[in-house]
């Protein structure tokens, strides 16, 4: 079993910046790929960042990339994801997931890849 949970959201103006933590627990973290989600009111859980376990590779939704970096401290046991040039439009609940099973972008970024997830924090962008 792997415990995370996700902390640093808030309420941040339209073009600030949130930096969003996911602490583990319980396993090895080096060993996960770590993926970051997000889910808006009345919408599906989507892909927005994940890593590799040892952070070489990364991957971002297009909708986010080069704006929000996702990063990991495996001897501090958390994954990042730094939000910058935030929109309305990024307002969600967003949610860490971890997974050892698969790699490559194909699994990666697929919600259903990930066997353990957070309780998730939410993130409101105002205009």
């Known amino acids: 079993q792997v415990q995370l949970v996700e902390s640093g959201g808030g309420l941040v103006q339209d073009g600030g910046s949130l930096r969003l933590s996911c602490a583990a627990s319980?396993?090895?973290?080096?060993?996960?790929?770590m993926g970051w989600f997000r889910q808006a009111p009345g919408k599906e859980r989507d892909f927005v960042a994940a890593?590799?376990?040892?952070?070489?590779?990364?991957h971002y939704a297009d909708s986010v990339k080069g704006r929000f970096t996702i990063s990991r401290d495996n001897a501090k046991n958390t994954a990042y994801l730094q939000m910058n040039s935030l929109k309305p439009e990024d307002t969600a609940v967003y949610y860490c997931?971890?997974?050892?099973?698969?790699?490559?972008?194909?699994?990666?970024?697929?919600?259903?890849?990930?066997?353990?997830w957070g309780q998730g924090t939410q993130v409101t962008v105002s205009s």
């Open positions: 997931a971890a997974d050892d099973r698969w790699s490559g972008r194909y699994y990666l970024t697929n919600r259903g890849s990930y066997a353990y």
């Open positions: 890593i590799s376990p040892r952070g070489g590779t990364t």
């Open positions: 319980g396993r090895t973290f080096s060993n996960y790929n």
